[in-house]
């Protein structure tokens, strides 16, 4: 029970793929203007991502190595191609909003990754859980992102109007700038950052050190 719990906790903080592994950055950039879009987006993620990692898990011994990732991105495009027109036949005005990036899960390196790293190599039961709990870390920093950008951007929250805006005779003047995709990389470095200090182990060994002439001169 601990370890079924670990799979869905862990890729919370600890192992979160977006913070941790730096995957999946260009739908938190571009999908995050708002709540509702972060929201929609992490609900089409998480299910392609359990459909996908179950599927494969359940098959896995049955694919040939040489063609596994066929197979995989195969499983995987025709998972997205039926969200995506779940989503433009109930939710056609949040599609429109969302554009191509639904389509773009298939290239997500976050799905394949499980699929490739875990279903691959485990039973159904464990590959659900882990794909669960991969998909409520990405969208839990999909929601920080997303919370933040709508409110300092347009002063709202799931398109309620929560701070007064000057434009109704409020105090409030929204900061455009929270729309634009620079202001989601920078909240999202912002919060690596924070989560790199509080668990000092996530933090890369740097790849070069700078010598000083002193030290050049040592035997």
């Known amino acids: 029970m601990a370890k079924a719990l670990g799979h869905v906790t862990g890729p919370l903080i600890k192992g979160?793929?977006?913070?941790?592994?730096?995957?999946?950055?260009c739908s938190a950039l571009?999908?995050?203007?708002?709540?509702?879009?972060?929201?929609?987006?992490?609900?089409?993620?998480?299910?392609?991502l359990i459909l996908s990692s179950a599927a494969i898990s359940s098959i896995r011994r049955h694919i040939p190595a040489s063609i596994r990732l066929i197979v995989q991105i195969t499983i995987i495009a025709s998972l997205v191609i039926v969200m995506d027109m779940f989503l433009q036949a109930f939710a056609f005005e949040m599609s429109k909003r969302l554009s191509i990036f639904v389509g773009l899960i298939v290239t997500n390196c976050l799905v394949l990754g499980r699929a490739e790293g875990f279903a691959r190599q485990n039973p159904v039961w464990p590959s659900t859980l882990d794909a669960l709990g991969n998909g409520l870390g990405y969208s839990l920093i999909l929601l920080v992102v997303g919370t933040i950008r709508e409110i300092l951007g347009a002063g709202s929250f799931l398109g309620h109007e929560i701070l007064p805006l000057v434009e109704n005779g409020g105090w409030f003047q929204p900061l455009r700038l929270m729309l634009l995709a620079p202001s989601a990389f920078f909240i999202l470095g912002f919060i690596v950052w924070i989560i790199r200090c509080l668990r000092p182990e996530q933090v890369e060994e740097p790849e070069f050190r700078v010598v000083g002439l002193e030290e050049e001169r040592r035997p």
Not at 16 to 25: D, Y
Not at 37 to 46: E, I, K, V
């Open 16 to 25: 979160n793929p977006v913070t941790l592994h730096i995957l999946g950055i």
């Open 30 to 48: 571009a999908v995050t203007t708002s709540v509702a879009t972060a929201l929609t987006m992490s609900a089409a993620l998480t299910v392609v």
